[in-house]
């Protein structure tokens, strides 16, 4: 692993991105990486649900006002991908914003609740049905298929897949991509 400063003490708040190798499109990690991006999910302190928010992380960063905004990425590759979150925090809630990202990070390699796991794969199979809405966002799916697993997939496929996850294979994928990493 390796990092990059660029320190301008002129500025208020800081940007980081804190990215791991995710997974390739045809990973057995590629659907529970989805699952803890969903999980971890995305979060803006002016949103109007920003108090009410459902992911641990959101409402860690909420009720501690440890950040502006958060979202996590993850992007798939033939041979790799990258996992991570972005965030804006107040130079003197850097080291608290941390410490919370990192923690909820590798939270999923020891414990994983089960309404925590529904909600993410009824979100994650809403998600996907919602980028349908263009044509562009289908020929982007049927491509990453076709990649990944040389065919395209039905959507029951799919949800059958994501709904076959358990939280050890949640654990089982923090602990490849985010533990000791």
């Known amino acids: 692993g390796s990092d990059k400063r660029i320190r301008y003490d002129s500025m208020s708040?800081?940007?980081?991105?804190l990215a791991f190798e995710g997974a390739s499109l045809n990973s057995e990690f590629l659907y529970p990486l989805k699952i803890i991006q969903t999980m971890v999910g995305s979060w803006d302190r002016t949103s109007a649900t920003a108090r009410n928010a459902g992911s641990k992380f959101a409402i860690d960063a909420s009720s501690m006002d440890l950040?502006?905004?958060f979202s996590s990425f993850n992007t798939c590759y033939q041979d790799t991908g990258l996992f991570g979150i972005v965030f804006q925090a107040d130079d003197n809630k850097l080291?608290?914003?941390?410490?919370?990202?990192?923690?909820?990070?590798?939270?999923f390699c020891h414990n994983v609740g089960e309404?925590?796991?529904k909600r993410a794969k009824v979100q994650?199979?809403?998600n996907t049905m919602k980028g349908l809405d263009s044509s562009a966002?289908?020929?982007?799916e049927i491509g990453s298929q076709m990649l990944a697993h040389g065919r395209r997939m039905t959507?029951?496929?799919?949800?059958?897949?994501?709904?076959?996850l358990t939280?050890?294979?949640?654990?089982?994928t923090a602990n490849e991509i985010i533990n000791d990493e």
């Open 67 to 69: 950040a502006h905004n």
């Open 115 to 117: 309404d925590e796991l």
């Open 155 to 164: 959507h029951a496929e799919i949800y059958a897949r994501v709904d076959a």
């Open 137 to 140: 966002h289908v020929a982007q």
């Open 167 to 172: 939280a050890d294979d949640i654990k089982a």
């Open 124 to 126: 994650l199979m809403a």
């Open 13 to 17: 708040s800081a940007h980081v991105a």
């Open 95 to 107: 080291e608290d914003a941390m410490f919370y990202t990192l923690d909820n990070l590798v939270r």
